[in-house]
């Protein structure tokens, strides 16, 4: 028996499972006799050690193997991306940098891989190469894409143009750790990237402690990146251009000696010789870059290698795995058999992994903890007397937001659209707009709380961010505008419905309703984001507040508070409306779903059914004239109707921190029985789902159509069918 034969008989047991070992690389035996990260600490010693250069080669090569076979065991997955910048990866870990982010879900694969090596996935019983194949893109194992369920991994990860959030998010809490993010060439083509990091740069000068980390490889998924044709030197002064101080560049093709045609090559066709040439560059590189952005410089590494390097297939073809590309194909097994390692090699990867950093990234990642938050105590809600004058809803919350912002200093509310113009000046007066310039007049200083690009995407990824990361935030925007940060606010309640700890939930504030800007036109009339709340409430964890009024929405977000790994979604008016309940009723709404307003008995009942605030308007008209008739009303205000469905019809259980209060059918009926149901809402019919599905009576609803520009709430009402006189039509003919 050879030695190595020998080895692969004894071999570790976490290898169990690795289907080709290869001979030692080249001066293993004299740069392999010792881990280059010694027992006790958390990094290498030197950039320029020739043992540390040596062993970051072997880990990124230990990770295109093992993105190559577990990828292939399912003939699915994208081994390409992340096999093309396998050395920064590596670099990073070995300089005991983990708090990694990703904006590229396609780079899955690299990670769980990374999570295995550093033992990071015993947490959810993986503990070999075997099961790491079994439970690759297998429920309850290792998704496609990145997730929060897995230990180690700080984010989620799918559209594109969302991981710098994630890592400034990270950096604004945590300012003395690294949070790098891989940002692919393909993905830099989303605006949001750039206009994120250039908006938050300018608002926290001094917090530079987030890397990205440009992948470089010439090719999107299925086609050369719009960013190919780019010289090295339009590249670096693109970042220059959008405000980065320091842009550190290797590029493979300065150490190929293997005349490789085209502007990108693959470095893991080089000699040996100029592989550990290339691997030191790069080890170096971002060790500069690391140390830059820790020292107050806003940096970038990119690293220049051709797609696919080192794995089955080149360029867009590395990209994805297709149903011929098994364990069995000739290609995957050439190409594993090239990158096979020894099972001395594994275990020295192994012993780095784990000692990089402290410990695994399960043990040691910031998302691993639950961040401390100041305590905020009892909140000085203020309740109006019912019947009183009428108040701005927005305003009442607004109030309560400055407490809890002077409370907790790295409480953040963001807003794209100017909070003045959705009656909350009073959150600017109290926290102050974040700018550096001083100016009174407007509310703005270095220093606030309230983060104000003009962009919905960076408004919500921030406060997204930043509740995933652990601590406090609301996003405010106008409804009609909402919809183009929702990707983001939608990829993290997914994401903390599957955490492994308690985050305060993130909630927004959506304000400017359709109703109220007739004279906007229906470019600024778009409830129809409501569909995708309703939608997303059968996800368990997701709870849009519908308040009546000022007395109400303070309740709403005062329970907001309180509430952990949800979503929670307040929308209302910002006009001065009717006081219509107490605190006492809104605190049963959030417990039951609603709360009936009003209730006149008669020789038949019509329920009406109502979301929203505006909305009661017409429903009180209606109400009126049917009582005169002798025709009983019971009016309802559906203020949290995720509490109205049946238990079955949500995942709830599925969710952790898991909300399991749903209204029975004996209290169903007490609110919503009757000879007559209207469901009405001005937004979109889906939100009154649960009520229609539960409901045996005769039914209609009446919901938002689409805009127009009209003088007044009432005159677009109208033009949507959202009348006291067809409200009262409709209910007489369901009686008959």
């Known amino acids: 028996m050879t030695a190595i034969q020998e080895a692969i008989v004894n071999k570790p047991a976490f290898c169990d499972g690795i289907q080709y070992f290869g001979e030692e690389m080249p001066e293993f035996e004299k740069f392999g006799k010792s881990p280059a990260i010694e027992e006790g600490k958390d990094a290498i010693a030197s950039t320029t050690d020739p043992a540390a250069v040596f062993q970051t080669l072997l880990y990124a090569d230990a990770l295109r193997y093992l993105i190559l076979q577990v990828t292939a065991s399912k003939a699915s997955g994208h081994p390409g991306g992340f096999a093309s910048q396998a050395e920064a990866y590596a670099s990073l870990v070995m300089l005991g940098h983990k708090n990694i982010i990703t904006e590229v879900g396609h780079h899955a694969p690299g990670f769980y891989s990374a999570m295995f090596l550093d033992r990071s996935l015993e947490d959810m019983g993986i503990e ?22 897995i230990p180690g991994i700080l984010a989620p990860a799918g559209p594109l143009g969302q991981g710098q959030h994630f890592a400034m998010a990270a950096a604004l809490l945590h300012r003395d750790k690294l949070f790098p993010f891989t940002l692919g060439d393909g993905g830099l083509g989303e605006p949001y990237i750039m206009s994120g990091m250039g908006h938050f740069h300018t608002a926290y000068p001094d917090v530079t402690n987030f890397l990205p980390v440009l992948v470089w490889n010439g090719y999107s998924q299925e086609h050369h990146s719009m960013v190919s044709t780019k010289s090295n030197e339009q590249m670096i002064n693109y970042w220059r251009g959008n405000g980065f101080e320091e842009v550190i560049l290797v590029n493979a093709k300065d150490y190929d000696d293997q005349n490789q045609p085209g502007d990108y090559v693959d470095s893991t066709a080089f000699s040996f010789e100029k592989r550990l040439e290339f691997t030191k560059a790069v080890l170096v590189g971002v060790d500069k870059a690391a140390k830059s952005a820790l020292g107050g410089k806003l940096t970038v590494f990119i690293i220049k290698q051709l797609k696919g390097a080192g794995v089955h297939a080149l360029g867009a073809k590395s990209h994805n795995l297709y149903p011929k590309d098994t364990l069995d194909a000739p290609h995957i097994i050439s190409a594993l058999k090239t990158r096979a390692l020894s099972p001395a090699a594994w275990e020295l990867v192994r012993t780095n992994c784990v000692n990089a950093g402290g410990g695994p990234a ?23 007397p019912v019947g009183g004058d009428a108040k701005v809803s927005t305003t009442a919350m607004g109030r309560l937001v400055g407490k809890v912002g002077e409370i907790d200093k790295n409480y953040l509310v963001t807003n794209a659209d100017g909070n003045e113009a959705s009656g909350i000046a009073n959150i600017n007066q109290a926290l102050k707009i ?5 100016d009174d007049l407007y509310n703005q200083a270095p220093g606030g709380q309230v983060y104000e690009p003009l962009s919905e995407d960076a408004c919500a990824g921030l406060a997204a961010g930043i509740a995933l990361m652990g601590g406090r935030t609301l996003w405010c925007s106008y409804e009609s505008f909402a919809i183009n940060g929702v990707p983001i606010w939608q990829t993290v309640t997914q994401a903390i419905a599957e955490l492994r700890r308690p985050t305060p939930s993130t909630i927004t504030l959506y304000t400017a309703g359709a109703l109220e800007q007739g004279r906007n036109g229906w470019t600024h009339q778009r409830p129809e984001i409501e569909a995708y709340f309703a939608a997303m409430m059968r996800n368990g964890n997701v709870f849009p507040l519908f308040p009546p009024d000022a007395n109400s929405i303070q309740v709403c977000y005062d329970w907001a508070l309180t509430t952990k790994n949800k979503g929670v979604v307040i929308t209302a008016s910002k006009s001065p409306l009717p006081i219509r309940t107490t605190f006492e009723q809104t605190r049963q709404a959030l417990r039951d779903g609603a709360i009936v307003l009003h209730e006149i008995p008669g020789d038949k009942m019509v329920v009406f059914a109502v979301i929203g605030d505006m909305t009661l308007m017409p429903v009180f008209e209606a109400a009126a004239f049917l009582e005169t008739e002798q025709i009983g009303v019971r009016i309802v205000s559906v203020i949290n109707p995720r509490r109205l469905y049946r238990p079955s019809d949500v995942l709830w259980d599925t969710c952790s921190q898991a909300d399991d209060g749903f209204l029975d059918d004996a209290a169903f009926a007490k609110l919503f029985d009757g000879d007559a149901l209207v469901g009405v809402t001005g937004g979109a019919s889906g939100m009154l789902e649960p009520i229609m599905l539960r409901s045996s009576c005769k039914r209609d609803t009446f919901a938002w159509k689409r805009g127009e520009t009209t003088a007044s709430a009432g005159e677009l009402m109208a033009f949507n069918g959202l009348t006291a006189q067809a409200l009262t039509k409709r209910a007489q003919e369901l009686l008959h």
């Open 128 to 149: 070999t190469v075997q099961q790491l194949r079994d439970r690759f893109r297998e429920k309850h194992g290792l998704l496609g894409h990145l997730s929060g369920y």
């Open 434 to 438: 974040i700018h550096p310039t001083v």
């Open 362 to 384: 399960a043990k040691t990642a910031v998302t691993e903890f639950e961040l401390p938050l100041p305590d905020l105590g009892e909140l000085p809600l203020e309740e109006y």
